[in-house]
């Protein structure tokens, strides 16, 4: 038998496991070219340093995410202002077509949604992102050059095919970046620009309806679309030069910090990405019940967003506001909105759960649909501030999107898990503005009958969910399933949540 040398030094990961590329995480290149420098090994991650690196990323990233989330709800909603502002009488609107303009958008982004998911896979996610955004801004301006209820389907349908890949690109970009608990913060704070967008939009639309008729001949609908898909499409150009792809790639960071970021996230066990899908990891998904459930409960959420976000302002003038007062009322439910993620995610973080906010929520926005349908019409106030309390509801979605972000390991079950989040999105508020019949109008009550009825079987599967991590935990625990014969790296080797039998799902 041969000496050992006296230099010899442990083989790096690389060495140590004689994988296929196609097989593991792009982190693990980061990991295991460090674990063959010198006294690697003995080193560890200070909370200082994670601290410092967190502090980087959070000045990198988050201002980016918040102000391209804002701009995309702003612009999808961009059709609830122009109402006010005279698109249905310009384009000779009639019937249901105003609620198929609502619904058409969502045929765009359901048709797309698989389409973003293999992109977002296959291609670095920050460039992808960015040229959507340019692109959707364009397509915003088109809407100013619509004449009738034919080119304004047209648009909004390619702006919904846009505009899908940027909430999926958001989860997997959050989930590459921050830890488990970190991540239910900054998705709650990203998701709260949507209230910030209904602020601003009330903001907009009542600047415009204070303007004459029209300025230089240009209708006030028609300076709307303008005016924000400029606005987009210069924050898209922003996006493509600054916004990073991956913690272990970006120019952000130095190449140190870049090592620290990644070690940050090992424990999440989800990885950061790999290009190449997997079959195996598709089967599992199917075969597992949150996908459905995820699926269910986005779905049964967006039937009430649907309508509330596109009828938002019929349902205030139908309190008997004028198209000004109308404007800035609806203001209220942006603020009531904001609140509520705020409150959320100081419960997340009391109680160290996800279902408890998110049940909550629910409980609160079902006592405003209640008063929106009990309270006599001559209570403006009262219906009005069940409408605003309705606005809790949204508070489930970030559990939702950072529950994705947390618990699914294996990067092609992410997208799978995502698209099928997306198309229950999608399906959702296709559905709920047709709840808003004309025939229905001034009250819709039966819109506002399915708004609470959704709400429960939202609640119920953010329930179902956080039971099957429960009972899956315990299983594991009782087993005493700790993953002590899992390779060393393998937070980075593209394993699945079901394959690491270490990994613990949060609830």
Same mark, same amino acid.
């Given at each position: 038998?041969?000496?050992?040398?006296?230099?010899?030094?442990?083989?790096?990961?690389?060495?140590?496991?004689?994988?296929?590329?196609?097989?593991?995480?792009?982190?693990?290149?980061?990991?295991?070219?460090?674990?063959?420098?010198?006294?690697?090994?003995?080193?560890?991650?200070?909370?200082?340093?994670?601290?410092?690196?967190?502090?980087?990323?959070?000045?990198?990233?988050?201002?980016?995410?918040?102000?391209?989330?804002?701009?995309?709800?702003?612009?999808?909603?961009?059709?609830?202002?122009?109402?006010?502002?005279?698109?249905?009488?310009?384009?000779?609107?009639?019937?249901?077509?105003?609620?198929?303009?609502?619904?058409?958008?969502?045929?765009?982004?359901?048709?797309?949604?698989?389409?973003?998911?293999?992109?977002?896979?296959?291609?670095?996610?920050?460039?992808?992102?960015?040229?959507?955004?340019?692109?959707?801004?364009?397509?915003?301006?088109?809407?100013?050059?619509?004449?009738?209820?034919?080119?304004?389907?047209?648009?909004?349908?390619?702006?919904?095919?846009?505009?899908?890949?940027?909430?999926?690109?958001?989860?997997?970009?959050?989930?590459?970046?921050?830890?488990?608990?970190?991540?239910?913060?900054?998705?709650?704070?990203?998701?709260?620009?949507?209230?910030?967008?209904?602020?601003?939009?009330?903001?907009?639309?009542?600047?415009?309806?204070?303007?004459?008729?029209?300025?230089?001949?240009?209708?006030?609908?028609?300076?709307?679309?303008?005016?924000?898909?400029?606005?987009?499409?210069?924050?898209?150009?922003?996006?493509?030069?600054?916004?990073?792809?991956?913690?272990?790639?970006?120019?952000?960071?130095?190449?140190?910090?870049?090592?620290?970021?990644?070690?940050?996230?090992?424990?999440?066990?989800?990885?950061?990405?790999?290009?190449?899908?997997?079959?195996?990891?598709?089967?599992?998904?199917?075969?597992? /019940?949150?996908?459905?459930?995820?699926?269910?409960?986005?779905?049964?959420?967006?039937?009430?967003?649907?309508?509330?976000?596109?009828?938002?302002?019929?349902?205030?003038?139908?309190?008997?506001?004028?198209?000004?007062?109308?404007?800035?009322?609806?203001?209220?439910?942006?603020?009531?909105? /904001?609140?509520?993620?705020?409150?959320?995610?100081?419960?997340?973080?009391?109680?160290?759960?996800?279902?408890?906010?998110?049940?909550?929520?629910?409980?609160?926005?079902?006592?405003?649909?209640?008063?929106?349908?009990?309270?006599?019409?001559?209570?403006?106030?009262?219906?009005?501030?069940?409408?605003?309390?309705?606005?809790?509801?949204?508070?489930?979605?970030?559990?939702?999107?950072?529950?994705?972000?947390?618990?699914?390991?294996?990067?092609?079950?992410?997208?799978?898990?995502?698209?099928?989040?997306? /198309?229950?999105?999608?399906?959702?508020?296709?559905?709920?503005?047709?709840?808003?019949?004309?025939?229905?109008?001034?009250?819709?009550?039966?819109?506002?009958?399915?708004?609470?009825?959704?709400?429960?079987?939202?609640?119920?599967?953010?329930?179902?969910?956080?039971?099957?991590?429960?009972?899956?935990?315990?299983?594991?625990?009782?087993?005493?399933?700790?993953?002590?014969?899992?390779?060393?790296?393998?937070?980075?080797?593209?394993?699945?949540?079901?394959?690491?039998?270490?990994?613990?799902?949060?609830?």
């Amino acid at each position: 038998m041969s000496e050992i040398p006296t230099d010899f030094k442990p083989a790096t990961v690389k060495e140590k496991l004689p994988i296929d590329a196609h097989e593991v995480d792009e982190g693990l290149a980061t990991v295991a070219t460090r674990a063959g420098e010198k006294n690697a090994d003995a080193e560890t991650i200070t909370p200082e340093q994670s601290h410092r690196v967190l502090c980087r990323i959070d000045l990198a990233l988050m201002p980016m995410m918040c102000i391209c989330v804002l701009l995309q709800f702003l612009d999808k909603t961009s059709l609830n202002y122009a109402n006010l502002l005279g698109v249905q009488a310009d384009l000779g609107l009639y019937g249901q077509q105003y609620s198929w303009l609502a619904s058409i958008f969502y045929f765009g982004y359901l048709g797309a949604s698989p389409i973003h998911g293999y992109f977002l896979q296959h291609v670095p996610l920050a460039p992808y992102v960015s040229i959507n955004v340019i692109l959707w801004g364009m397509i915003l301006t088109l809407h100013a050059a619509c004449k009738n209820y034919a080119g304004i389907v047209c648009v909004r349908f390619f702006l919904g095919v846009l505009e899908a890949g940027i909430t999926p690109g958001f989860i997997l970009l959050t989930g590459r970046f921050y830890r488990r608990q970190e991540q239910v913060t900054r998705t709650g704070i990203w998701f709260s620009m949507n209230g910030w967008a209904q602020i601003l939009g009330g903001l907009i639309a009542y600047g415009l309806l204070s303007r004459t008729e029209s300025t230089g001949g240009i209708s006030r609908w028609k300076m709307l679309f303008l005016i924000l898909g400029c606005i987009t499409m210069f924050f898209g150009t922003c996006l493509l030069f600054f916004m990073p792809s991956s913690p272990a790639t970006t120019r952000l960071l130095s190449p140190e910090e870049r090592r620290i970021a990644v070690e940050r996230i090992r424990d999440n066990k989800t990885g950061i990405n790999n290009p190449h899908f997997k079959t195996s990891q598709l089967i599992e998904s199917l075969k597992d /019940v949150r996908l459905y459930l995820f699926a269910l409960g986005v779905m049964a959420a967006n039937i009430s967003n649907g309508g509330v976000t596109n009828f938002g302002s019929t349902i205030i003038s139908n309190f008997g506001f004028d198209k000004k007062r109308t404007a800035l009322i609806g203001m209220s439910t942006g603020a009531s909105e /904001v609140v509520a993620v705020m409150l959320g995610i100081t419960l997340a973080w009391l109680t160290k759960t996800r279902v408890i906010p998110g049940v909550f929520s629910f409980a609160v926005a079902i006592v405003g649909g209640i008063m929106m349908i009990a309270l006599p019409a001559s209570n403006k106030a009262g219906r009005m501030a069940g409408y605003a309390i309705v606005y809790f509801y949204p508070v489930a979605s970030p559990f939702y999107y950072s529950w994705l972000s947390s618990c699914i390991g294996g990067a092609s079950k992410k997208i799978v898990f995502n698209v099928f989040l997306q /198309v229950g999105y999608c399906v959702g508020n296709i559905i709920g503005p047709q709840t808003y019949r004309a025939s229905d109008a001034p009250n819709y009550l039966p819109a506002k009958a399915v708004l609470i009825a959704m709400f429960v079987v939202s609640a119920t599967c953010l329930i179902g969910i956080s039971l099957v991590h429960y009972f899956e935990n315990r299983s594991r625990d009782q087993k005493q399933e700790l993953g002590l014969d899992e390779p060393e790296n393998v937070a980075f080797m593209d394993w699945t949540d079901r394959e690491m039998r270490s990994f613990r799902y949060p609830y």
